[in-house]
């Protein structure tokens, strides 16, 4: 299994705090993915990086920030949580040569 | 823009049935293509994937998928389903452009498998 961990794995909040979803690979992969899964929608990307501090929008990313300061390290931010971001979220990685993505356990959060 | 339809949201077989699972994608290109399987409370695990050359490619847990161009197909088959394949079936497609790397998704095949 790729070296992926996720942290904290289960959280529960309250609208309007902030949130920070932590995503470590000991891979040394270029690409880092965070998406969120719910039921009927299946898996949507919410921000991508393809490199320390070059990341990119997914197709969900309002309400949502990233930062990758370390090749290691894509951390994942709801800036003030709401209701509607309560969700299983995956942290992936990729090397880019050949697309595959690797996931990690994913992150329980309810926002209350 | 590139899409994914896996046509089953659900499928049901009995122990020791055959199973074949759709995907049909849509790419300009020579696609990449992958399938994962998610089990109950579990993250994504990568099945198979085609790049390139023979077009039945062969995966974990026993699972095959052939690429047919003509058809626009990824289908994935198994010749006797065991209980444990109970799970969320992802296809998805490579897409690329630039420095981005991205996967298109399927929404999904959710497989119960009867005793």
């Known amino acids: 299994d790729a070296g992926i961990t996720q942290s904290p794995r289960h959280k529960v909040t309250e609208t309007g705090t902030p949130v920070t979803l932590r995503c470590h690979q000991t891979?040394?992969?270029?690409?880092m993915y965070w998406y969120r899964q719910d039921p009927g929608h299946g898996l949507r990307l919410i921000h991508y990086?393809?490199?320390?501090?070059?990341?990119d929008k997914g197709e969900v990313s309002d309400g949502y920030s990233v930062s990758r300061s370390k090749t290691e390290d894509f951390l994942l931010t709801l800036e003030s949580a709401t209701s509607s971001q309560t969700s299983v979220y995956f942290c992936?990685?990729?090397?880019?040569?050949?697309?595959?993505?690797?996931f990690g356990p994913g992150t329980r959060l309810t926002v209350l | 823009a590139q899409s994914v339809t896996q046509p089953d949201i659900h499928i049901t077989v009995s122990e020791g049935a055959s199973l074949e699972l759709r995907c049909n994608y849509s790419?300009?290109?020579?696609?990449?293509l992958f399938w994962y399987v998610q089990s109950p409370g579990q993250g994504l695990q990568l099945l198979l994937k085609?790049?390139?050359?023979d077009t039945l490619v062969q995966g974990i847990k026993g699972f095959e998928a052939e690429f047919k161009r003509s058809q626009s197909s990824f289908n994935l088959r198994k010749p006797s389903v065991h209980w444990s394949d109970a799970a969320e079936y992802f296809c998805?497609?490579?897409?690329?452009?630039?420095?981005?790397?991205?996967?298109?998704w399927g929404l999904g095949t959710s497989l119960a498998v009867n005793p």
């Open positions: 790419y300009g290109a020579t696609p990449y």
């Open positions: 891979e040394n992969h270029r690409y």
């Open positions: 085609y790049f390139s050359g």
């Open positions: 998805a497609v490579g897409e690329r452009a630039g420095n981005n790397r991205k996967l298109i």
């Open positions: 990086s393809y490199g320390v501090k070059d990341t």
């Open positions: 992936a990685i990729g090397q880019g040569a050949t697309d595959t993505q690797y």
